[in-house]
């Protein structure tokens, strides 16, 4: 059961590869936002794409992480309340939820191969941005919205031959709103712009979308940080959620690292591996000086370590624009200019954030939104936990078809 009044958040790697800067600099943030305010920190791994998994990742993922200086309260290695913590050991509690959701007629078997979507749907260019104009763009590399061709279904038809369908799950054609940390305010009609989704393969392994909600759900995640191509999957997520009865967590989409063409990073921008940087003799702490520096959290990307970031982490510093990775500016700093940089940094972060504590208007709005650290983005709820998603950065995964 989840442990009351205490926020949660969580580390969500995906053992597809190796993890690399982006995936530091959204963990980081993770980390950050949970400590910042007392709470505790999840490590689970999302190793459900189990045709994609590498056999050596996972413990290199974990291996990175503690490189970097970031801890958890649970995981597969210090075990915890909330276990098992891979999911391919969790596929109960995915089967129970399916059930449920096929009870209450919101999941029906669908036997339409991929090629049967792309050419009933609509193209994707033709999704328009204008359908949600504050992110619109975001959606535009979704694929295909579904027809709903086998909607008609009802719970006591028979059902087709088994290993020919996957399940999907029946979205609302109503506008949800979502109050992002980073993004606001945001609205749009689900079933308009993404359409009835998989809950499961056509083998009966559980798709991301249930695994996600149904593990966020069980170990008590209060909020959910992971990249902002993510975004179409709070809209995906919310539904289930409201549909199974469970907390809806807090969530923040960070804006991705991208090359210095504006593209995301990728092996054309050069070996961004962090295994690749430590062998390089690589200081953890350069990267997370170089992180926070992108982030907007310290004023130059000084060596610091995670637990320096703690006390001064505040969503408003945030920044709303992807962060670019120069290969040429590389990890190159001086041991005892390091040693004296980084005390000025956060010195100076230090002393920001004092004044802001005797600011009255900030202090206010900070009074007003304590459990949001998002300068009076509304009030968080912390009570119950729940955490953050990733495709090797939440999780970069565009909903996939079923097998």
Known sequence: MPIPNVAVGRLAPSPTGAQHLGNARTFLIAWLSARAIGGRVVLRVEDIDSPRVKVWATDQAMEDLRWLGLDWDEGPDVGGPHGPYLQTQRTAGYAAALDRLIGQGLAYPCTCTRADVESAASAPHERSPQAAPAFGSRFLGEGPVYSGRCRGWRLGDRLPAEGTYCWRFRMPDRDLDVDDQVHGALRLNPRKLLGDFPLTRKSGQAAY???????????????????????????????LIEALGYRVPTYAHV???????????????????????????????????W???????????????????VEFFAWRRVRREPSVWDPGSGFQVDGDAADHARDQVVDRGKN????????????????????????????????????????NEEKSQPEQQPD
């Open 209 to 239: 979308q249930l695994a996600v909600v149904v593990d966020d759900a069980a170990m008590g995640i209060s909020e959910i940080v992971r990249g902002d191509d993510l975004l179409p999957s709070v809209f995906r997520q919310l539904p």
């Open 255 to 289: 804006p991705l690292v991208v090359g210095v063409d504006g593209r995301r990073l990728a092996k054309r921008h050069g070996d961004t591996r962090l295994a690749q940087f430590r062998e390089l003799g690589v200081a953890p702490q350069q990267i997370i000086g």
């Open 291 to 309: 992180a926070a520096h992108s982030i907007g959290l310290i004023d130059a990307a000084v060596p610091v370590e995670p637990r320096e970031l």
């Open 352 to 391: 920001q954030t004092a004044q802001e504590a005797r600011d009255p208007i900030k202090q206010g709005r900070k009074q007003q939104g304590t459990q949001s650290h998002a300068d009076g983005r509304g009030d968080r709820d912390v009570t119950a936990g729940h955490g953050a998603d990733q495709r």
